[in-house]
Nanobody, 123 residues
Framework: QVQLVESGGGSVQSGGSLKLSCARSGPILDAYTMGWFRQAPGKEREGVATIDSDGTTTYAESVKGRFTISQDKAMATLYLQMNTLKPEDTGMYYC?????????????????WGQGTQVTVSS
C-alpha cells in the first residue's frame, strides 16, 4: 500500500515562496505519475502539476513559470517549489500517485492521496 505524507505548507505574504515535500512509502510501479493538487474552500480540487516516472511534467496554466515540480527517486520524495505566490494560490495542497501518463486534470485517475498541507497566501 502506497502512503504519502506532505509537509512544507504554511502562511506567507504575496510574492513569497514555499517548498512542499511529499514522502512516499510502499511499493510503486516502475512507470507512474506523481502529482500535486489543491483545493480552496468552496471550490473543486484542481490539478497543479504532475511528473511522470520518465520526468515529463505538466503544469496548470495558472502556475506556469512560478511553480516547479521535481522528484528525488532515491529518496522517494516529490517536491513542489512555489515562487511568486498569490492569494489565489491559497488552499490545501495534496500529493497523489497514479498510473503512468495519468490525466493531470482528473483527480479520479490518482489512486493514492496524502492528507494535505495547508498553504495560505495573504495580500
Amino acid at each position: 500500500q502506497v502512503q504519502l505524507v506532505e509537509s512544507g505548507g504554511g502562511s506567507v505574504q504575496s510574492g513569497g515562496s514555499l517548498k512542499l515535500s511529499c514522502a512516499r512509502s510502499g511499493p510503486i510501479l516502475d512507470a507512474y505519475t506523481m502529482g500535486w493538487f489543491r483545493q480552496a474552500p468552496g471550490k473543486e480540487r484542481e490539478g497543479v502539476a504532475t511528473i511522470d516516472s520518465d520526468g515529463t511534467t505538466t503544469y496548470a496554466e495558472s502556475v506556469k513559470g512560478r511553480f516547479t515540480i521535481s522528484q528525488d527517486k532515491a529518496m522517494a520524495t516529490l517536491y513542489l517549489q512555489m515562487n511568486t505566490l498569490k492569494p489565489e494560490d491559497t488552499g490545501m495542497y495534496y500529493c497523489a500517485a497514479g498510473p503512468f501518463r495519468a490525466n493531470p486534470y482528473s483527480s479520479g485517475d490518482f489512486a493514492f492521496w496524502g492528507q494535505g498541507t495547508q498553504v495560505t497566501v495573504s495580500s
